[in-house]
């Protein structure tokens, strides 16, 4: 069965720093999104992407925040200049055409020092 | 504003006992329900969903939800807990643009 995956598994950096979290999706999917968990907390909407924009944000995703899709199979999330408050679980979620399924990958857990 | 209320934070059960764990929600429009499970260690799984039709939907490892819409509600049971059932469970409400997830149960199963 195709599955999202996600790189790295575990990225540890300093406040401060640019990261980049990378996703390939299910191919022939076209709905993109970014989730997060912080440790102990419920899974919090970042952003949908489709059709190379933006559809939705939550208040989550400031101007800190970017995504791209810069080859048209890698999705990305970058944080500009991470916080301590960053930590958390980052999730790549995809969907498909005229379903409303998302599947979710593994996760990169972001730990911001 | 969509929205999901998951009043169990943490279930203990024995093995073999019924399982319901409750779901309340708020969504304006045409309402898809979710519940995904992450067991320890792993990501999220979606265990079933619920589209339109049949208020009863039956998902993977013996799982069913029931929709009731005059009580926003989608409970999730199951007759028979197994220690592998030991994860944390989250209703989600919402189709392709926005999922909202409650803030999850956590169940043990004891053996």
């Known amino acids: 069965e195709p599955e999202v995956t996600q790189t790295p598994s575990h990225q540890v950096t300093q406040m401060g720093q640019e990261v980049i979290l990378r996703c390939v999706p299910i191919?022939?999917?076209?709905?993109f999104y970014w989730y997060r968990q912080i440790l102990g907390q419920k899974v919090e909407f970042l952003v949908s992407?489709?059709?190379?924009?933006?559809?939705?944000k939550s208040e989550i995703f400031d101007d800190q925040f970017s995504v791209e899709r810069p080859d048209g199979s890698n999705f990305t999330l970058k944080i500009r200049s991470t916080k301590l408050e960053d930590s958390a679980m980052y999730f790549c979620?995809?969907?498909?055409?005229?379903?409303?399924?998302?599947?979710f990958g593994p996760g990169t857990r972001l730990t911001v020092l | 504003a969509q929205s999901v209320s998951q009043h169990n934070h943490h279930v203990i059960l024995s093995e073999a006992a019924s399982l319901e764990l409750g779901c309340n929600y708020s969504?304006?429009?045409?309402?898809?329900l979710f519940w995904y499970v992450q067991y320890p260690g792993q990501h999220l799984q979606l265990l079933l969903k619920?589209?339109?039709?049949?208020?009863l939907v039956k998902g993977i490892k013996g799982f069913e939800a029931e929709f009731i819409k005059s009580k926003f509600s989608f409970n999730l049971r199951k007759p028979s807990v197994q220690w592998s059932d030991t994860a944390e469970y989250f209703c989600?409400?919402?189709?392709?643009?926005?999922?909202?997830f409650g803030t999850g149960t956590k169940l043990q199963v004891i053996p």
């Open positions: 989600a409400v919402g189709g392709y643009q926005k999922v909202t």
């Open positions: 979620v995809c969907g498909g055409q005229g379903t409303d399924t998302q599947y």
């Open positions: 992407f489709y059709n190379n924009e933006i559809s939705e």
């Open positions: 191919s022939n999917h076209l709905y």
């Open positions: 619920y589209f339109s039709g049949d208020p």
């Open positions: 969504y304006g429009g045409t309402v898809n």
